[in-house]
């Protein structure tokens, strides 16, 4: 009998490791485009407002995209590499 990997808890954990990144990306981009435009302009305005919402946005878009790879990832080694394993190198999960 095979071994399979559980879809859901494998897109969990995947969502849970892309969202500190998403963290970092955001505070990265928002920071970035308040300094552009402390530059560009001398003040802040509504386009640095605008991008400390990706201090917000950004978690959550990468932990979405984390979650859908991870639901991507489990299903393709469920139905491809267990497959691929056991015909070819004769290893069993």
């Given amino acids: ?8 808890q494998l897109a969990k ?6 969202f500190p990144i998403g963290i970092l990306s955001g505070f990265i981009y928002s920071i970035g485009g308040l300094i552009y435009d ?4 001398g003040s802040v305005n509504l386009g640095s ?3 400390f919402f990706a201090i917000i946005g ?4 990468f932990y ?4 859908i790879l991870g639901i991507v990832e489990g299903f393709m080694f469920n139905t491809f590499l267990v497959r691929f394993l056991d015909k ?3 290893i069993k999960f």
Avoid: S
């Fill in 1 to 8: 009998m095979h071994k399979k990997i559980d879809i859901f």
């Fill in 13 to 18: 954990l995947q969502a849970l490791l892309f």
């Fill in 38 to 41: 402390l530059l560009k302009t």
């Fill in 49 to 51: 407002f605008l991008a």
């Fill in 58 to 61: 950004m978690p959550v878009l």
């Fill in 64 to 67: 979405v995209i984390g979650f």
């Fill in 88 to 90: 070819i190198y004769k």
